[in-house]
């Protein structure tokens, strides 16, 4: 199982309360950043925060303040992320192209804030500080009478002020007479590394997705097909419904529900940015098993002539082995996942006709047939399910048939 870590570091109000926080690629825990891509990092730092570990959990009611190159802005990528919920920090490139003045206007019109560095100051950039809503000022690069010119400029185009690299009471007392309105550096915090547990994902399920999305004849069955087969697609979507807010009232009853709130335009994106993140290559054994127990939950449903609710049934089977891929309890999983009570209760207690449809399922995967019992079905019909189940995934999972043959069909009859 894969390790998430995510650096954040906190932006403080002069009573040293959090504003917010920066988020920071890492990838290892001496506070290391070996950047060979400037979009890979940013695309790692927001899959990591949105779809693994969780927004809420990185950065709660605060705001998150993400570094953004000038291609990620102009790739449409930052589209995936809340408008109400982040600060974009452009890393200004040494000449302003038309293009990324015009795709910041665009962003800044659609409700997203932009924040900048002290490169920003130079007189070819005033032009971009008409949309900008934060000015970043390093205090240790900077001399008193160069931040008080900084100052004023920000004060003319109407920025907020952020003093970066304040480490020192007198940084702090400084900038506080200057009227700076946040700060940041080693005098409040040092980065605090938040660590989580990585499902891997397939880059030929990622670019499979890719292309469904972009195929004109693609409907809502075809759409939710092609992200269910995937128990890491189908974790990472719920968790993003859940980071990124998506219009959700109420709680998720299935994956076509969380397809349909974000939207095909938005999965594109959200698809791109975790192909971009970098993405494994093998499918292990436990995602196997937890497709065709997911299969099999929805065939059982069938069966007993719950077809409209077939899907929750699905979601179900699926995320039953959450646990064991993240090595975190169910309920400390469930309680991120924003599910229904009915698909909760099921998932924790084996409880209504959710859950006991799951208890049949896995006692079938133990042979513990004293306990294969699914309400008024005999054993053929649930031994059927199994095997549709099974043949099934193998269709779906083409590419990985060796994996599933040699890991997943094994007759328990």
Not at 60 to 78: E, K, Q, T
Not at 169 to 193: E, S
Request: hydrophobic share 45%.
């Amino acid at each position: 199982m894969g390790r998430v870590l995510v650096s954040r570091q906190p932006i403080c109000r002069p009573d040293r309360t959090i504003h917010g926080y920066e988020l920071l690629f890492r990838d290892d825990e001496n506070d290391r950043a070996r950047i060979r891509n400037d979009d890979e990092a940013t695309a790692q730092v927001i899959v990591n925060t949105f779809m693994e570990i969780g927004l809420q959990e990185m950065v709660g009611s605060h705001l998150a303040f993400i570094n953004v190159s000038p291609n990620f802005l102009l790739g449409d990528f930052c589209e995936a992320l809340p408008p109400d919920l982040v600060i974009l920090e452009l890393l200004v490139p040494p000449h302003l192209d038309p293009r990324l003045l015009l795709r910041v206007k665009l962003l800044v019109h659609g409700g997203y804030r932009i924040a900048v560095g002290d490169f920003a100051f130079a007189p070819k950039f005033q032009s971009l500080l008409e949309f900008v809503s934060i000015a970043k000022i390093d205090v240790h690069d900077s001399s008193s009478e160069s931040l008080k010119a900084k100052m004023a400029l920000c004060h003319r185009f109407g920025l907020k002020t952020v003093a970066e690299k304040v480490e020192t009471p007198a940084d702090f007392n400084l900038c506080k007479d200057l009227g700076f309105d946040w700060y940041q550096g080693y005098f409040f915090c040092h980065p605090q590394f938040v660590r989580g547990a990585r499902i891997p994902l397939t880059r030929l399920t990622t670019l499979r997705l890719i292309g469904k999305l972009n195929d004109p004849q693609l409907t809502i069955n075809h759409l939710e097909e092609s992200i269910r087969q995937d128990l890491s697609l189908s974790y990472k979507l719920l968790r993003y419904v859940g980071s990124a807010g998506c219009g959700l009232r109420g709680r998720v009853q299935s994956i076509r529900h969380a397809a349909v709130l974000i939207g095909i335009d938005r999965l594109k994106i959200w698809a791109s940015l975790i192909l971009f993140s970098g993405v494994e290559d093998k499918m292990k054994e436990v995602d196997v098993s937890a497709i065709v127990r997911a299969r099999m939950c929805e065939k059982l449903a069938e069966a007993m002539k719950l077809g409209d609710s077939a899907d929750q049934f699905f979601l179900v089977g699926l995320f039953s082995l959450l646990d064991t891929m993240l090595s975190r309890p169910m309920e400390e999983i469930v309680e991120s996942l924003n599910l229904t009570p009915e698909i909760t209760n099921a998932l924790l207690h084996r409880q209504g006709v959710l859950g006991s449809v799951l208890a049949c399922v896995m006692a079938y995967e133990r042979r513990d047939w004293n306990n294969v019992n699914c309400g008024t079905l005999d054993q053929e019909a649930i031994r059927n399910a199994y095997v549709r189940a099974t043949a099934w995934s193998i269709r779906t999972l083409n590419g990985f048939a060796d994996t599933l043959e040699t890991s997943a069909i094994k007759s328990r009859a």
